[in-house]
């Protein structure tokens, strides 16, 4: 972890805050390439890009912003399968706080102002045995894991939606079954990545799936959703220093994915997810916006500009 403060402590902190690891690729993906406007490669958008362009947007040591501190907190296992023991967990463990904390993720120059929610599980499903030769003398558990997958699928919270999210996400992400070729598989396990909305309840969707069947359930990791809300001042002057630096509008959006930003809710700190324009993120062809960069980071300047005239406006007051 790695953090790095301009400012008076005293003062009002907003914090830009990041992660520098990547989920698997292969060998090639790790090389990056331009095509045009894009750069290609493993984590230019999730987030190597934005954090690049976090740091630029630091304000000097010898040029601070009057009356605001600014923090940028950097970290290396977002993406990991951990519940609790994440760095940005330690950062405000150790004692990190501000009045906003921004999270490079990638939004396509909007602002995340809400995040569904993670319940990652791992679903293991009995069945009997047999030989291969004589498939219908067995239960297959593969099948019935799968067949307890797409029940899963088609359960009452799967199908609700809400202002900023047309569906929660759903995915089968691992399966482990069967130990012989020539033999009906007895037990079988999945790990399912569910995504839920902000107003759902996990306990309740949890409740939904034990429904389905016998299954043994285990929580791998939860992270709660993020509804930060579009009345913060904090959140209008973000949009408004993305919209000058963006053709189109830079609305408030939902993001299906989650991220760090929780990390800061726990805590009690707004935070919200803003990243430059991109697509492919855990994809074979991840790509950022290189002419999105400098937008990005124009953005994030202009907002530090409009947050101290916002905190001495306050002081005044």
């Known amino acids: 972890m790695l953090t790095a403060g301009v400012g008076d402590p005293a003062d009002p902190t907003v914090i830009f805050h990041g992660h520098m690891d990547v989920v698997p690729a292969g060998p090639g993906q790790f090389i990056p390439r331009i095509e045009g406007d894009r750069l290609i490669g493993r984590g230019a958008y999730d987030m190597k890009a934005a954090l690049a ?14 009356g605001l501190r600014v923090v940028l907190g950097i970290v290396s296992d977002e993406e990991s399968e951990e519940d609790w023991e994440r760095g940005s967990n330690h950062l405000v463990g150790a004692g990190l706080r501000g009045e906003f904390a921004v999270t490079g993720e990638p939004t396509d120059m909007h602002v995340g102002v ?8 791992r679903i293991g499903i009995a069945g009997r045995a047999a030989h291969g030769s004589t498939p219908w003398l067995g239960d297959n558990a593969i099948i019935r894991a799968v067949e307890f997958f797409r029940g899963l699928e088609s359960l009452p919270f799967a199908r609700e939606s ?93 993001r299906d994915g989650a991220s760090d930003a929780v990390s800061f809710i726990r805590v009690g700190i707004p935070a919200v997810e803003f990243g430059p324009a991109g697509a492919g993120h855990h994809g074979p062809d991840e790509w950022v916006s290189i002419r999105s960069l400098s937008a990005y980071r124009r953005a994030l300047e202009e907002f530090l500009a409009r947050t101290a005239t916002m905190v001495r406006s306050r002081n005044d007051d």
């Open 162 to 254: 809400s202002e900023l999210f047309d569906r929660p996400s759903i995915n089968l992400g691992r399966i482990w079954g069967g130990d012989a070729l020539n033999k009906v598989p007895d037990f079988c396990a999945i790990d399912v990545d569910i995504r839920y909305l902000p107003h759902q309840d996990p306990e309740t969707v949890l409740a939904q799936i034990r429904e389905l069947g016998p299954a043994r359930i285990e929580t791998i990791f939860a992270i709660p959703a993020i509804d930060s809300g579009i009345d913060s001042p904090w959140v209008t002057a973000l949009i408004a220093a993305a919209e000058s630096n963006h053709e189109g509008p830079s609305v408030s959006v939902g």
């Open 53 to 66: 362009a976090m740091m630029l947007a630091l304000p000097s040591p010898a040029d601070p912003i009057p």
């Open 114 to 121: 809400a995040a569904k929610g993670i319940l990652a599980l």
